[in-house]
């Protein structure tokens, strides 16, 4: 499976705390993708990082990309009780012009006010 | 802008019964997908539109159809519902164009088959 696997799959900080939350996948990649599901919501694109980049910034996130490890880390920083929610790496095969991304399942956080 | 819609937010079957889950955005995407989402599984993708005209198979086709109506809908067809259907589906589209590659999805519907 081409599937991306987050670690952890549970996360549980307190309002301030940065939160990190890793994603490894198995193939060669176009780009990698990291969205957010509120409970009982669609999910929403936060933040993509290209095969040719390392690190990129969006607001409170920071993502890293090591095609080497096919991993990925997504960093919060000064977490808030709205930031609870899942989060899902999302990996595009390289050279696919279709647009098919391979979700993985998701970490759990929880911010504690 | 209503973005991606999805239709019917929850709905019960009984097994057997068959049912269209319709989805409509107004971005003039060209790139439509269906997912399907379990618990602890992530989403899985069950088919796909790369434009307007083609469909193609994802990950978990089985038991399901779709049809790409025009540019703005695509559509999912549960012929004869199962019990291992009960999910919550979720569409979304994506521009298809060079460097668009995020994906926009709907609220989902929550499908419960008894």
């Known amino acids: 499976s081409q599937q991306g696997e987050e670690d952890p799959q549970a996360l549980s900080i307190q309002e301030g705390e940065n939160a990190t939350m890793n994603c490894s996948y198995k193939t060669s990649i176009n780009n990698l993708q990291w969205y957010r599901q509120n409970s009982g919501r669609g999910l929403v694109h936060l933040i993509l990082i290209r095969s040719n980049e390392r690190e990129k910034h969006s607001g409170r996130l920071r993502v890293t990309l090591d095609t080497s490890k096919k991993s990925s880390s997504l960093l919060i920083t000064a977490s808030r009780a709205a930031d609870t929610a899942s989060y899902f790496c999302?990996?595009?095969?390289?050279?696919?012009?279709?647009?098919?991304?391979?979700f993985g399942r998701g970490t759990q956080l929880t911010v504690w006010p | 802008n209503a973005g991606v819609t999805q239709t019917p937010k929850f709905q019960v079957l009984k097994t057997g019964q068959s049912m269209t889950l319709q989805c409509a955005q107004d971005m003039n995407h060209n790139s439509m997908y269906w997912y399907r989402q379990d618990p602890g599984m992530g989403l899985r993708l069950i088919y796909y539109s790369a434009s307007e005209g083609t469909t193609d198979k994802g990950e978990v086709p089985n038991g399901y159809n779709v049809s790409r109506l025009n540019k703005r809908e695509f559509s999912l067809r549960l012929e004869s519902a199962a019990p291992s259907q009960t999910s919550v589906y979720f569409c979304?589209?994506?521009?298809?164009?060079?460097?668009?590659?995020?994906?926009?999805f709907g609220p989902g519907t929550r499908l419960t088959v008894t």
């Open positions: 979304a589209s994506r521009n298809g164009l060079a460097g668009a590659y995020e994906q926009y």
């Open positions: 999302a990996t595009d095969e390289r050279g696919s012009t279709l647009g098919r991304l391979y």
